[in-house]
């Protein structure tokens, strides 16, 4: 089955600076990798999503990229500000099959 | 977000009863999914249901039951708690999106029960 791994586990930046949190996974035919952030207390969200047929993708703020012969993806946060201060998920799927495989989390902290 | 509830929200139980976690989504989503949340794991699937009276087991379901008789609701029930199984439990729905095009899996997710067993 996928095996989705997440580094690094926490990260500190400061505001105004750039954030990435990086993860791989094992599964050659998943081909549908979303990003969850999670506030203290709350439930994880959506943030971005990226399917196999596109190498990046930009939000605004944030940005996915995708490399598929590495079998890794990653999220970039640019200009951070304190309201990015939360625990971030990436996921991996065969798009359709709606079953997502977490990673382990990365709490991410911006310091003012 | 009113679209999926989950109740309790907060339970304390102690070791060997039966426990059930309720969950209640209003969009008719097929796809409904229970997860545990603990430190250092993320989220690890525990059951999940592509429609009614069709359920199947995730990464961790030893321990945990499900059943799914109306769209609506997918009840987790925990039938003898034991302490490790003291989590965060999330409920999640989704739906699939696009007959011709794209499927589309965002998962939509309860607010949580905090689940701790004694």
């Known amino acids: 089955g996928e095996n989705v791994e997440q580094h690094p586990s926490t990260l500190s930046v400061q505001e105004g600076d750039s954030a990435v949190i990086k993860c791989t996974y094992s599964d050659s035919a998943s081909n549908y990798f979303p990003w969850y952030k999670q506030e203290l207390g709350k439930r994880p969200q959506l943030i971005i999503d990226?399917?196999?047929?596109?190498g990046e993708k930009k939000d605004q703020r944030i940005a996915v990229t995708l490399n598929k012969t590495a079998k890794h993806f990653s999220l970039h946060i640019t200009e951070t500000q304190p309201e990015d201060s939360a625990v971030y998920f990436c996921a991996a799927s065969l798009q359709g099959a709606q079953k997502l495989v977490f990673g382990q989390g990365t709490r991410l902290t911006i310091n003012p | 977000d009113a679209g999926i509830t989950q109740s309790p929200r907060y339970k304390i139980t102690e070791t060997g009863r039966q426990v059930t976690l309720m969950c209640h989504q209003t969009?008719?989503?097929?796809?409904m999914f229970w997860y545990r949340q603990d430190l250092g794991h993320g989220l690890r699937l525990i059951y999940y249901?592509?429609?009614?009276?069709?359920?199947d087991k995730g990464e961790v379901p030893d321990g945990y039951v499900v059943s799914r008789s109306k769209t609506e609701n997918f009840p987790l029930t925990l039938e003898s708690a034991t302490r490790s199984q003291t989590s965060v439990y999330f409920c999640?729905?989704?739906?699939?999106?696009?007959?011709?095009?794209?499927?589309?899996?965002?998962?939509?997710f309860g607010p949580g029960t905090r689940l701790t067993v004694l």
């Open positions: 969009w008719s989503h097929s796809y």
């Open positions: 999640a729905s989704s739906e699939l999106f696009g007959i011709s095009g794209p499927f589309y899996n965002e998962q939509f």
């Open positions: 249901s592509a429609a009614a009276d069709i359920t």
């Open positions: 990226i399917r196999s047929n596109v």
